[in-house]
């Protein structure tokens, strides 16, 4: 836990995968807290393993005690270092991975598309534009990869880019 202007930052505790465990990991007073995913196997984080910061969970108002969001969400990137979390490095490969099954894509192609992935995660001035790139190379996909990319990004791209990738 740890404080900031008027507010509480309670630590979040997240598998590799990125399933998510304790939102506020800093009350749990279990004396032999849960080190493995039970959905998965993968190993619990809870800091980033790029600088060690903490993965921030829930938020509470400090004079309140009131939470900021109800249930917060697994975040993609490390607000400290800005590097990706290891369960955002996993959907990059498999995006990749799934886009270099069809060979009816270029090698420029899927390059192009991979340096979009990290605007259609987030919300940025390029990720309009990042959506449409990659909806159009999408186009020229068969449905097999068609349908796996859909099953794989559609919970974990931004609004912005879900509303132009997947109408």
């Known amino acids: 836990m740890r404080y900031e202007d008027n507010l509480i930052y309670y630590t979040q505790e997240v598998c590799l995968n990125g399933h998510q465990l304790w939102t506020d990991s800093d009350q749990n007073k279990d004396p032999n807290p849960v080190q493995y995913c039970e959905d998965c196997g993968k190993k619990i984080i ?36 800005g590097m990706p979390y290891p369960w955002t490095v996993s959907i990059m490969k498999n995006t990749i991975e799934l886009l270099n099954l069809d060979n009816s894509l ?60 997947f109408p």
């Open 46 to 81: 809870c800091t980033c393993q790029e600088c060690n910061s903490p993965i921030d969970g829930q938020i509470l108002y400090r004079e309140n005690m009131y939470p900021i969001e109800d249930d917060p969400s697994v975040p993609n990137f490390c607000r400290h270092c």
């Open 106 to 165: 270029s090698n420029i192609q899927i390059e192009s598309v991979e340096k979009s992935i990290p605007d259609l995660l987030v919300d940025t001035p390029r990720t309009k534009v990042a959506a449409v790139k990659f909806k159009q190379i999408l186009s020229g996909t068969g449905s097999i990869v068609k349908e796996g990319l859909r099953e794989l990004l559609v919970d974990v791209v931004s609004e912005t880019a879900k509303k132009i990738l």
